[in-house]
């Protein structure tokens, strides 16, 4: 009972919406939003389950002084702080959640993010090179595309927009297109093999 | 030969230097480079342009800080060009950090143009689910979303009394960083319901959407802060996009140099060799 049980509501589930996705009627359409709210709801246990679990996680770090375990003060108490600030004054423009999420969270934030720049820009000059046939094509697409991506670029040359339009219209889109035909059937067999009971590692993690 | 080898190895911190003063010199003093509008960012102008006032669009914050600088501007010339045209906007978050970003881009345009919360627009927040969320709020966005992102319930505001789900929806744009987001109402919204649907993109993901927009999936695409750009020039309104092009070009232009010098030095060593 403890497999068959779980294997039932997977395919009953499963099965239920695939056919409502084809027959939008009457008894399947309510019963997709029914599922759609039951996920909602599931949802936000899974996230309260995610935030106890790294709690837990960062208070035995602290607990037992483990490497890093200053780190786990600084986020515990950033939780601490933007949980109270959230739950007592809630998020509303000009209240403390609002303030501290503009004056903390976004200039940390996007400082780590544009910290990128610097070290795109070393990598480009230490390890871009035009080793093979394959690296080299590689290497002027990118160059290309980024100039016709700025206005400098068209700046120096009128047609380099279009050159860059006609490399992301045709051989990236080809490509693109390989890649999530190939996702598609991937997640489509997969889909099936949960569905159908044959894909059981979600059961038991075997 | 040494100094090719030293050429090549040179310190990074002289690379992280020259980087940002390639960034913060053009900001300083702008160089007002002249921006070209590509097709699919006048793709979503036009899909805007031709709704009548009165229509509801709704607009889904899918990002977080990290990616502000390429996606807010052009989430707020969107806002702009929504409010200018007396375009009601629904706003909803599939990103629990999209939501500040969505309420600063509603204040902004809301301030320029008298528009009032509640009337015009407004920001029902941020719900756990991704591609679940869109599923439910395309059937019915009250039971999904029952109240705005304050904790009041939608019932008390005017904008909500007409819009029941996505049937009363003109069009969808989602301004998006990655996952959950542009995928989600392309499957749910456009592929099951019909909607139209528009995106605005960091420049690094814009390359994935292109096969969505050849197949007409997509009713335009901004990619990263040249489609902000881009798009601010169509409504003649300057921002954050215009303002930072001159930074990128430099910072593009930069790099590429440097990518060409190491493979010259690249390529001179092996032949010496």
């Known amino acids: 009972m403890k497999k068959e049980v779980p294997l039932i509501i997977t395919f009953v589930a499963g099965m239920i919406m695939i056919v409502q996705y084809f027959v939008p009627h009457w008894p399947f359409s309510n019963l997709q939003q029914m599922f759609n709210n039951w996920f909602l709801i599931i949802t936000v246990f899974a996230l309260i389950l ?45 209240r403390p959640f609002d303030w ?10 996007s400082t780590m993010f544009a910290l990128l720049a610097f070290f795109v820009a070393s990598a480009s000059y ?24 700025v206005p400098l670029g068209s700046y120096m040359w009128s047609q380099l927009p279009l050159i860059g339009d006609w490399i992301m219209s045709y051989p990236n889109m080809a490509g693109q297109r390989a890649i999530m035909i190939g996702i598609a059937l991937g997640v489509v067999s997969t889909s099936l093999r949960i569905i159908l009971g044959i894909e059981r590692t979600y059961l038991s993690g075997k | 030969m040494k100094v090719l080898e ?37 793709m979503l102008y036009r899909t805007v342009e031709e709704l009548s006032p009165g229509s509801c669009v709704l607009f889904s914050f899918d990002y977080g800080p990290s990616t502000m600088p390429e996606v807010y501007p052009m989430n707020l010339a969107l806002v702009r060009h929504c409010f200018s045209k007396d375009i009601k906007v629904i706003g909803i978050a599939l990103w629990p950090e999209g939501v500040q970003f969505g309420n600063e881009a509603f204040r902004v345009a809301a ?27 395309a059937e019915d966005i009250a039971t999904t979303f029952p109240q705005d ?3 009041r319930s939608i019932e008390e505001f005017p904008i909500m009394t007409e819009v029941k789900n996505f049937d009363n929806i003109d069009l969808i744009v989602s301004f998006s960083a990655g996952d959950p987001g542009t995928r989600e109402y392309i499957r749910i919204a456009q592929g099951r319901y019909g909607k139209k649907v528009g995106t605005g993109v960091t420049a690094v993901s814009a390359p994935a959407f292109y096969p969505y927009l050849n197949a007409g999936q997509l009713q335009g695409l901004l990619g990263g802060m040249k489609g ?46």
């Open chain 2, 228 to 273: 902000a750009a881009e798009y601010e020039t169509l409504i003649q309104q300057s921002g954050l996009g215009t303002s930072g092009m001159d930074a990128q070009s430099i910072a593009h232009g930069l790099i590429i140099f440097f990518i060409v010098l190491a493979n010259v030095f690249y390529i001179a060593g092996r032949r010496k060799k």
């Open chain 1, 50 to 94: 995610g935030i106890l679990n790294l709690l837990k996680n960062h208070i035995e770090k602290v607990s037992r002084r483990r490497k890093g375990w200053l780190y786990s003060i600084v986020l515990m108490t950033g939780f601490m702080i933007m949980g109270v600030a959230g739950f007592v004054w809630g998020p509303a423009e000009g």
């Open chain 1, 126 to 149: 230490r390890a871009f090179r035009a080793r093979t046939a394959e690296a080299t094509l590689l290497l002027v697409s990118a160059i290309l595309v980024m100039m016709s991506r």
């Open chain 2, 6 to 42: 030293r050429l090549e190895k040179i310190d990074r911190r002289y690379v992280f230097i020259l980087i940002l003063l390639a960034v913060v010199i053009p900001l300083l003093f702008p160089i007002n480079f002249k921006i070209e509008v590509s097709e699919p960012v006048a």
């Open chain 2, 149 to 151: 992102y304050t904790g």
């Open chain 2, 111 to 137: 301030d320029e143009y008298g528009k009032e919360y509640g009337i015009d627009y407004i920001n029902l927040g941020y719900k756990a689910g991704g591609v679940v969320v869109v599923s439910a709020a």
């Open chain 1, 100 to 109: 501290i999420y503009w004056h903390a969270h976004v200039p940390m934030s």
